[in-house]
């Protein structure tokens, strides 16, 4: 059976006042493409949970984010996100402030099915005391100490971009790092899933190594959006590096009184082969430098 849909199908699965986790990681393999079209919708009053960049400044920008689940919202060269630190800075969004280990365990408690994950993390620092909703427990076992409860992280939504898939939601990472989007995809009810290459199935049975790369089971994508260079300005390694231009015009656009309504309408509001052609084509993105790890 085919999951294959639109951009525009694939937004339409998320409602106002969901959870919505997004995969990536700051300015890597971010699914910008479902993020634009998110931003051309009306749906409000998000709980957004992500290793964040360019995507959670941009929701924030829009005033989609009712609640921010963060370990760092960060454009790597530029280190803080510019429209994340004005919703910040203006106390415009609730937050829940933990630190990347903490986030892991969330996230993996969610998709395990289980309520929390005991941990020695976060014992003792401003993470308990700034974040009323994480709980310390007795272990059951001995009386040595107390432990952190993890909440679990659950989704009602993820979004994800991967280097290839089948329409039978079959995904592929190639990249060094698939970060944690094997747990994004497992701790929500529904995982939508752009893709840069739709390939047929044959493919991943033609050569056993191709295998190695998909980590986590069709059965957990929900859809499938072919999505060809759907993560920039983020990069997409091996297929293309970040767009440190376009990053730089999108961070200085902060600055401006009227500068995120400039950029929707320039980069946002357009069709997404307008937007491609915007920031200088395919044969250009394709030649864009690889992060360097």
């Not at 051309?40 to 005033?63: I, K, N, P, Q, Y």
Request: overall charge neutral; hydrophobic content about 40%.
């Amino acid at each position: 059976m085919s999951k294959l849909i639109s951009h525009l199908q694939a937004i339409n699965n998320i409602e106002s006042g969901m959870t919505i986790g997004i995969g990536g990681w700051g300015p890597r393999r971010k699914p910008m493409a479902l993020i634009r079209e998110l931003l051309r919708s009306e749906v409000r009053d998000l709980t957004v949970v992500s290793f964040g960049g360019a995507d959670v400044g941009m929701l924030c920008a829009a005033g989609k984010v009712k609640k921010l689940v963060f370990a760092f919202v960060s454009l790597d060269f530029i280190p803080l996100e510019p429209y994340f630190r004005q919703a910040r800075q203006k106390a415009e969004i609730d937050v829940m402030e933990v630190d990347e280990g903490l986030m892991v365990l969330g996230l993996r408690a969610a998709a395990m099915g289980a309520p929390f994950i005991p941990t020695e993390v976060g014992l003792g620092t401003d993470v308990i005391r700034r974040n009323k909703d994480i709980k310390l427990i007795d272990s059951p076992y001995d009386d040595s100490k107390e432990w952190v409860a993890m909440p679990a992280l659950n989704l009602d939504v993820s979004l994800l971009h991967v280097d290839r898939a089948d329409q039978r939601g079959v995904c592929q990472i190639k990249g060094p790092d698939h970060y944690m989007d094997d747990l994004f995809a497992r701790a929500a009810k529904k995982t939508l899933v752009s893709c840069d290459e739709l390939v047929d199935t044959n493919f991943f049975h033609q050569n056993p190594e191709e295998a190695r790369y998909v980590f986590w089971e069709r059965s957990v994508t929900s859809h499938v959006v072919h999505s060809p260079f759907g993560a920039h300005p983020s990069s997409c390694n091996p297929l293309y590096g970040i767009d440190v231009r376009v990053f730089r015009e999108y961070a200085a656009s902060a600055k401006r009184k009227d500068g995120w309504n400039q950029y929707f309408k320039d980069y946002i509001s357009v069709k997404e082969s307008v937007y491609l052609e915007k920031v200088g084509g395919a044969d250009f993105i394709r030649t864009l430098p690889l992060p360097i790890y």
